[in-house]
């Protein structure tokens, strides 16, 4: 049985996105510094198809976080705003013709629409069930394999929530934000984690913790 | 010329006290949880008089940031709540006839008083005219040795917020506290710091920054 888990960047005063986030800019002001560390490296350029890129620390926890996985849940904000409910003529959202997936994605929205089937593995199906929903399914399609709450930072609130997720990394970058959107709000103290490891790289410490 | 820093333990949600602190219980609700690991160690049991403990991971983070300290400035809490103003028979306290600081204690208060001179080398001054004042005074006592802020969470975030922290450690610990007192509340964004280390230790990770 696979695993529920997800990795995000946070700011050192626990923000995952800025002020003021906006469709041009829906990390927010400031937030798009919290990427800068993942964006220089080789193994998130290849994939993404950008070339160079280095090799440091934080590859090989990297390549584990994005390994092993056979789906991925997201919000209705990550596949992509645009317009909504559907329309006719409904865009693809945010990800092209060939999305970095490469295996079924489960996303959350109030708007039933038929999957979208895209090259290189990825599928988008809508589920309007809610998170367990997504869950199961993503689970079924998932196999052996574990499943990623791609983000944004309401689905994987929503997810500790409920106490449903095994395992998350978090990037901790030494920004300040100020405001904006903290990832832990109003979590109950009994969900328990425990630390599995803390690790230094460029610009960026990586804590991982499972469920204890 | 020395430093201003700080060390201070961080729950997993970026609380430095749980809920509903009370003058037996300073740290809230569940905050206890997130000084556990630094009771553990051999190195704080010692100068507390207290026996055992262990040497582990944290142990040399640990000493590193309690040497070459040659002054320390607290709030009025963390001297010791007690009676105030100070009345006729003033007491002297948490901290018992010979605190463990053993160098010059700079407190934060509206009330004025007498300097205490207590065994072993620690002094109380009881400090009127601000943070700048009190920082002046320590490093003035300090020599060419560093400053500590010893907390509380309050006289942190007033040095966090006028700039003058030079570094910082952080104790990230493996627990959720819901709500609480947090470190980073509504400070500048262009406050710069830099990542200087992340080192994982049982229970705990030490994130340690400095002033850009």
Do not use: C
């Not at 645009?82 to 079924?104: M, N, S, V």
């Not at 979590?187 to 230094?200: N, T």
């Amino acid at each position: 049985m696979g695993k529920l888990k997800f990795q995000i960047s946070v700011s050192l005063d626990g923000f995952v996105a800025g002020p003021n986030p906006s469709e041009e800019d829906p990390l927010g002001e400031g937030g798009e510094q919290l990427h800068e560390w993942v964006l220089a490296l080789a193994a998130w350029r290849k994939p993404h198809g950008r070339e160079g890129g280095e090799v440091n620390a934080s590859t090989p926890i990297f390549e584990k976080a994005t390994a092993n996985l056979g789906a991925t849940i997201m919000g209705r904000g990550m596949f992509g705003g645009g317009p909504g409910p559907w329309g006719e003529d409904p865009w693809q959202g945010w990800w092209g013709d060939e999305p970095p997936f490469h295996h079924p994605v489960f996303v959350l929205t109030h708007h039933e629409r038929e999957p979208l089937e895209l090259e290189g593995g990825t599928s988008f199906t809508f589920v309007t069930g809610g998170i367990e929903s997504a869950l199961e399914q993503a689970k079924a399609a998932a196999g052996d394999k574990d499943v990623a709450i791609g983000g944004g930072a309401e689905a994987i609130q929503q997810y500790l929530a409920a106490s449903l997720v095994d395992e998350m990394l978090l990037n901790v970058v030494p920004i300040l934000l100020g405001s904006g959107t903290r990832l832990f709000e109003g979590l109950d103290p009994d969900l328990g984690f425990e630390q599995v490891e803390a690790i230094e790289a460029p610009g960026v410490a990586h804590l991982m913790y499972r469920r204890a």
